[in-house]
Nanobody, 115 residues
Framework: QVQLVESGGGLVQPGGSLRLSCAAS????????MGWFRQAPGKQRELVAT???????NYADSAKGRFTISRDFAKNMVYLHMNSLKPEDTAVYYC?????????WGQGTRVTVSS
């Protein structure tokens, strides 16, 4: 089972940018779709963005125009580029991959948007 490890979270001011990284322990070719989810305090986990093996992307309305999901097959990495961050983007962000053996989650990386 390929494992996923997120990094890149931290404290950022409103309007700032962050790039989250998701490192896979094996080939990301094994996943049909990969994505980023987030869970804010007291709220359910929600979809942020997905990227299929064919390259199609999907974004939550809250992420459209500000966030970009991308990948690097050579490095087995998936990224979430986040711009124009808002306090409501504060959450733990999780990387997810779905393949033949089911779904895999990372441990999460915390993003705090605050002045």
């Amino acid at each position: 089972q390929v494992q996923l490890v997120e990094s890149g979270g931290g404290l950022v001011q409103p309007g700032g940018s962050l790039r989250l990284s998701c490192a896979a322990s094996g080939s990301i070719f094994s996943f049909y779709v990969m994505g980023w989810f987030r869970q804010a305090p007291g709220k359910q986990r929600e979809l942020v963005a997905t990227l299929t093996s064919g390259g199609s992307t999907n974004y939550a309305d809250s992420a459209k125009g500000r966030f970009t999901i991308s990948r690097d097959f050579a490095k087995n990495m998936v990224y979430l580029h986040m711009n124009s961050l808002k306090p409501e983007d504060t959450a733990v962000y999780y990387c997810n991959g779905v393949g033949e053996k089911g779904g895999t989650w990372g441990q999460g990386t915390r993003v705090t948007v605050s002045s």
